[in-house]
C-alpha cells in the first residue's frame, strides 16, 4: 500500500474532532495518508545534556540547553502578583522563575503563564530545555519547556542521571489552533495504526546503491527518530524519492519525445535558405551559435516533434540562432511563428527578420493586436493559404481567428513572460494544421535559468545554451549611486552624450501618485513622465529625449524607438516597457532610478540594452536610502558580476523558484519534502538513476 492511498479521514484518529479537522484542512490535511506526509520542517534534538552556562556556544550549533535544574526563587514584575489586583493601565504583572543547574543561575521569563507559580514551586527539581540568551545582566529565557521531577529535592540526587524527556521531537509547520504537542500524538497514533507495509517507489537495488531507507523506515525515522542522525538519514531517503518520482515523470516525457535521428549533428549540414543566411551574415557565428544551429537541425530532422529551451545571456545571438531553425523548417515545406510577449519585442524582431531573411527568400508576416481589419483579413488569409512563410507577432498569433495551412515550428521569445496555456495554444495551432501531429516548439530565455530549474521546469525539454558573447564585446561596467548623488551620475552621463553617445533612464513608475507606491520619506518615487519633464528643462536641455512606457500609443512607440536607434532622439526616459526588444550599439549609459524596486532579472535584462556593439558601456544603478537586505544582496550581485547564469543562481536564490520562472503554473511541481534549490544535487543525482532504468528496460 502505497501513502498517498491511505484516504482513512483523519476524524478516524482519537482526539481529532470537528475543530481539529477543521485547523488539519488548512495545512490541506484530510486522510491519515496526508498527516503521515506531513513532514517536519526540523527537528528539536533532546538527547544531549547541554548545561546553561553553554547557551551561546550550543545557539551557535543550533541546539538548546537541555538539563536538569532547581527552581530557587519567584518574582514578579509589571505589576503585581496575581489576586492582589491590577497594575495601572490593567497590565498584568509577570513571574520570573530563579533556576540553577548546579552551575549557573538563569532566570525563565513566564510570560502569560502565572500558573507556573504552583506547578513549578520553589524547591522543584525539574528537566528543563529552551533558547537562552544575555538580557538586562543575567542569563535568561523566554523560550522554555519544563517537566517536572520532583516539588522537592536534592539536585544532587538527580543531576547523575538522564535529562527527562530526552528525545527527539519533531518539529512541524502549524496552523492556527494546532500546537506540537497535538501534532505529534496524531502522527504517533497514525504510525502506530497504518505505518506497517507502506510501499515505496524506488527499487529495492537503488536503495541499497543509495543507501536509503524503505518508505515506511523512512517515515517512522523522520516522525518518531531515536537520534538526529536517524531522522536525516529518513529525510534523505523521503526527499530522494519525491524527486526520483518527479524525474521519472518528466524524463518519461522527454524519452517519448526523442524520436529517431535521420540527419547529422553539424552545422555544415545546412539547407539551402540556411547557406544562403550565412553566407549573407557580415559577421561569424560564434562557437556556441554554431553548436546550437546543429542541435536544432538534428531536433528537427527527427520523426518526432522536438521540444526544446534555447537560454542564453542577453545579446548572446539566440534568435539568429532560431532563424537558422525557421529556415530549415520552410525548406522542408512547413510554416514557423515566432510569438513574443510584447509589442516592442514583436516588431523589432520582424525589423531583424526582414533584414536576415531577405535574401533567403522568406515571406513574412507581422500580426499583433493592433493591425487594423482590413489588413487583418488578408494576412489571415495568407496564412490559411500558405502564402507566408514566417509569422511574428505577439498573441495574437493563437488567437481563434488564425489558421495556419503547415505550421511545423513554433518559436516562443521570453517564455518565463507566457503562462502555460498559451504556450499550449500555440502548440495546438500547429497540431489543426497538420492532423495530429504537434509542431517543434524551441522556447528562448534570455533571463538564463540555473540547472536547477532546468531541471524542475524544463525538465521534459532538451536544454541548448549559448554562453558565449559575440567577439568584439566589452564587459558593461556597473556602478552603484545613494539616492541624493545622482548629480554625479548625471553629469558621467553629459560627458557621454557629449561624445556623440546615447543613454537610457529608467523608472518603476509610470506617472507621479499611480499606485500606492510611495518610496521613502527622504526620496519619493520618480516617475518616467515627471522625470522625462525635468530631463528636458533641467538636466540636459536641448538634448532631444522621448519617452517610452506602456501607456503610450504602439505607433509612438515605435516612431520613439526607431529615432533612438536611428541617432535623432539621444535620451530614451522609460519603464521597464524597454527590458527586452531595444536594441541599440550606440547606447552606452543606462541609468535606473530607484533601482532597488526592480527585481535581479529586470535589472539584469535592462542593463543589457547597452553593451550591445563594441563601445565601453555602463549601467547606474541610483538606489534608495532605506534599502533593505534583499535590495542590498541584488545590488552586489549586479555589481559584481555581468555573467546572467550566475545572477540567475543568484535570483533563484533570493526569490525563489516560483517567481523565476512560473513554476507554480507550469503543473509540474508537487513537492512535499524536497526543496528544488536546496536539493538541486539530489535532483541531478534522482534524474541520472531514472535515465538509466529507463534505458535499459
Known amino acids: 500500500m502505497r501513502l498517498e492511498e491511505i484516504e482513512t479521514p483523519v476524524a478516524a484518529l482519537a482526539g481529532v474532532g470537528p475543530t481539529a479537522s477543521s485547523a488539519l484542512?488548512?495545512?490541506?490535511?484530510?486522510?491519515?495518508?496526508?498527516?503521515?506526509?506531513?513532514?517536519?520542517?526540523?527537528w528539536d534534538d533532546r538527547t544531549e545534556r547541554v548545561l546553561i552556562a553553554s547557551y551561546d556556544e550550543a545557539a551557535r550549533q543550533g541546539k538548546r540547553v537541555h538539563t536538569i535544574a532547581q527552581v530557587t526563587g519567584h518574582r514578579w514584575f509589571g505589576g503585581p502578583p496575581p489576586g492582589t489586583g491590577f497594575a495601572s493601565g490593567g497590565r498584568r504583572a509577570t513571574l520570573k522563575i530563579r533556576v540553577t543547574d548546579g552551575y549557573v543561575e538563569a532566570d525563565l521569563v513566564a510570560f502569560n503563564r502565572p500558573f507556573l507559580e504552583k506547578s513549578l514551586p520553589v524547591g522543584a527539581v525539574i528537566g528543563l530545555t529552551g533558547d537562552f540568551s544575555w538580557r538586562y545582566g543575567g542569563i535568561q529565557s523566554t523560550a522554555f519547556d519544563t517537566l517536572l521531577i520532583t516539588r522537592s529535592g536534592r539536585l544532587s540526587d538527580y543531576t547523575p542521571g538522564a535529562v527527562p524527556g530526552s528525545e527527539v521531537f519533531p518539529v512541524y509547520p502549524l496552523t492556527a489552533g494546532l500546537s506540537q504537542v497535538q501534532l505529534r500524538k496524531w502522527i504517533r497514533q497514525a504510525l502506530a495504526r497504518y505505518g506497517r507495509g507502506i510501499e515505496g517507489d524506488v527499487p529495492p537495488a537503488l536503495l541499497d546503491k543509495r543507501k536509503l531507507l524503505p518508505k515506511q523506515d523512512a517515515l517512522r525515522a523522520v516522525h518518531q527518530s531515536a537520534s538526529l542522525a536517524e531522522a536525516h538519514r529518513g529525510r534523505e531517503s523521503l526527499i530522494y524519492e519525491e524527486l526520483f518520482r518527479f524525474q521519472e515523470a518528466i524524463v518519461r516525457r522527454t524519452l517519448e519525445r526523442r524520436g529517431i535521428?535521420?540527419?547529422?549533428?553539424?552545422?555544415?549540414?545546412?539547407?539551402?535558405?540556411?547557406?544562403?543566411l550565412l553566407e549573407a551574415l557580415p559577421f561569424a557565428l560564434t562557437v556556441d551559435q554554431q553548436r546550437v544551429i546543429a542541435e536544432l537541425n538534428a531536433d528537427i530532422d527527427r520523426t518526432s516533434a522536438m521540444a526544446r529551451?534555447?537560454?542564453?545571456?542577453?545579446?548572446?545571438?539566440?534568435?539568429?540562432?532560431?532563424?537558422?531553425?525557421?529556415?530549415?523548417?520552410i525548406d522542408s515545406g512547413g510554416q514557423a511563428a515566432l510569438?513574443?510577449?510584447?509589442?516592442?519585442?514583436?516588431?523589432?524582431?520582424?525589423?531583424?527578420?526582414?533584414?536576415?531573411?531577405?535574401?533567403?527568400?522568406?515571406?513574412?508576416?507581422?500580426l499583433t493586436g493592433n493591425v487594423k481589419s482590413r489588413a487583418r483579413g488578408t494576412l489571415l488569409k495568407a496564412l490559411a493559404a500558405g502564402d507566408v512563410d514566417l509569422a511574428i507577432g505577439t498573441h495574437a498569433l493563437f488567437s481563434r481567428q488564425v489558421r495556419y495551412k503547415n505550421l511545423r515550428l513554433a518559436v516562443i521569445d521570453e517564455q518565463h513572460r507566457f503562462g502555460v496555456l498559451q504556450r499550449n495554444a500555440i502548440i495546438e495551432k500547429g497540431r489543426d494544421s497538420a492532423g495530429e501531429r504537434p509542431p517543434h516548439f524551441l522556447m528562448m530565455s534570455a533571463t538564463p535559468i540555473p540547472r536547477t530549474l532546468a531541471l524542475t521546469v524544463f525538465g521534459d525539454l532538451e536544454v541548448s545554451t549559448i554562453a558565449t558573447l559575440p567577439s568584439g564585446r566589452l564587459p558593461i561596467k556597473?556602478?552603484?549611486?545613494?539616492?541624493?548623488?545622482?548629480?554625479?551620475?548625471?553629469?558621467?552621463?553629459?560627458?557621454?552624450?557629449?561624445?556623440?553617445?546615447?543613454?537610457?533612464?529608467?523608472?518603476?513608475?509610470?506617472?507621479?501618485?499611480?499606485?500606492?507606491?510611495?518610496?521613502?520619506?527622504?526620496?519619493?518615487?520618480?516617475?518616467?513622465?515627471?522625470m522625462f519633464r525635468k530631463i528636458g528643462a533641467e538636466i540636459y536641455p536641448g538634448i532631444p529625449a522621448a519617452l517610452v512606457h506602456?501607456?503610450?500609443?504602439?505607433?509612438?512607440?515605435?516612431?520613439?524607438?526607431?529615432?533612438?536607434?536611428?541617432?535623432?532622439?539621444?535620451?530614451?526616459?522609460?519603464t521597464s516597457v524597454v527590458e527586452v526588444g531595444v536594441d541599440n550599439p550606440n547606447a552606452t549609459c543606462m541609468v535606473i532610478e530607484h533601482a532597488d524596486r526592480f527585481g535581479l532579472a529586470a535589472l539584469h535584462q535592462l542593463r543589457g540594452r547597452v553593451g550591445r556593439g563594441s563601445l565601453q558601456s555602463h549601467c547606474f544603478l541610483v538606489y534608495s536610502t532605506a534599502l533593505k537586505d534583499d535590495g542590498i544582496a541584488r545590488m552586489k550581485a549586479l555589481r559584481s558580476t555581468t555573467d546572467g547564469f550566475v545572477i540567475a543562481e543568484e535570483?533563484?536564490?533570493?526569490?525563489?523558484p516560483g517567481e523565476v520562472a512560473g513554476i507554480q503554473q507550469s503543473g509540474y511541481l508537487t513537492l512535499g519534502i524536497a526543496d528544488p534549490i536546496r536539493d538541486a544535487a539530489v535532483m541531478a543525482l534522482a534524474r541520472e538513476d531514472v535515465l538509466e532504468i529507463m534505458q535499459n528496460t
Request: aromatic share 8%; proline share 4%.
Open 339 to 366: 510569438l513574443a510577449p510584447t509589442e516592442i519585442l514583436a516588431r523589432q524582431h520582424g525589423e531583424t527578420a526582414a533584414r536576415f531573411l531577405d535574401t533567403a527568400g522568406v515571406r513574412l508576416a507581422y
Open 261 to 276: 535521428r535521420t540527419g547529422p549533428d553539424r552545422v555544415d549540414d545546412l539547407s539551402p535558405r540556411q547557406q544562403k
Open 25 to 42: 484542512a488548512a495545512l490541506e490535511v484530510f486522510t491519515v495518508g496526508d498527516l503521515l506526509a506531513h513532514y517536519p520542517r526540523d
Open 478 to 530: 556597473t556602478y552603484l549611486a545613494r539616492m541624493g548623488n545622482e548629480q554625479k551620475v548625471y553629469d558621467f552621463v553629459r560627458r557621454e552624450l557629449s561624445a556623440g553617445h546615447q543613454a537610457y533612464f529608467v523608472y518603476p513608475r509610470i506617472e507621479e501618485g499611480e499606485g500606492d507606491e510611495a518610496g521613502s520619506p527622504d526620496a519619493p518615487l520618480k516617475s518616467a513622465e515627471e
Open 550 to 574: 506602456s501607456k503610450v500609443d504602439e505607433e509612438d512607440q515605435h516612431r520613439a524607438l526607431t529615432d533612438f536607434r536611428e541617432g535623432r532622439i539621444k535620451i530614451l526616459v522609460a
Open 651 to 656: 535570483d533563484l536564490r533570493l526569490r525563489g
Open 309 to 329: 529551451l534555447l537560454q542564453g545571456d542577453v545579446g548572446s545571438g539566440k534568435t539568429l540562432a532560431a532563424f537558422f531553425a525557421i529556415l530549415r523548417v
